[in-house]
Nanobody, 125 residues
Framework: HVQLVESGGGSVQTGGSLRLSCAAS????????MAWFRQAPGKDREGVGS???????KYAEAVKGRFTISQDDDKNTVYLQMNGLKPEDTAMYYC????????????????????WGQGTQVTVS
């Protein structure tokens, strides 16, 4: 199965930027979705954005216009460019992946994904 490793977290001031990376290795299905989630202390894990094998991208309303998902040409690394960071963006950020065929797939719901990275901390002050 796929292994995911996130990097790029850190501490920034309000209004700053960070770019997170998620490197995928191991076996991957061709019909995958990769997604970014975040979880703040005491809160549920929430979807940030996802990218499908066909290149289509979805964002959570809270980050639209500020965050951008992209991937390398080989599709083994996905990035989350975060601009205009706010204190409420402070959280552990996780990369996830799973197969996503079917119209009922909920791209930003954590229960849809079985494969997760270890997370990278983002702190905005």
């Amino acid at each position: 199965h796929v292994q995911l490793v996130e990097s790029g977290g850190g501490s920034v001031q309000t209004g700053g930027s960070l770019r997170l990376s998620c490197a995928a290795s191991g076996y991957r299905t061709n019909t995958y979705c990769m997604a970014w989630f975040r979880q703040a202390p005491g809160k549920d894990r929430e979807g940030v954005g996802s990218i499908k094998y066909d290149g289509s991208i979805k964002y959570a309303e809270a980050v639209k216009g500020r965050f951008t998902i992209s991937q390398d040409d080989d599709k083994n690394t996905v990035y989350l460019q975060m601009n205009g960071l706010k204190p409420e963006d402070t959280a552990m950020y996780y990369c996830s992946e799973d197969r996503c065929l079917g119209g009922s797939f909920r791209y930003l719901e954590p229960y849809e994904y079985n494969y997760w990275g270890q997370g990278t901390q983002v702190t905005v002050s």
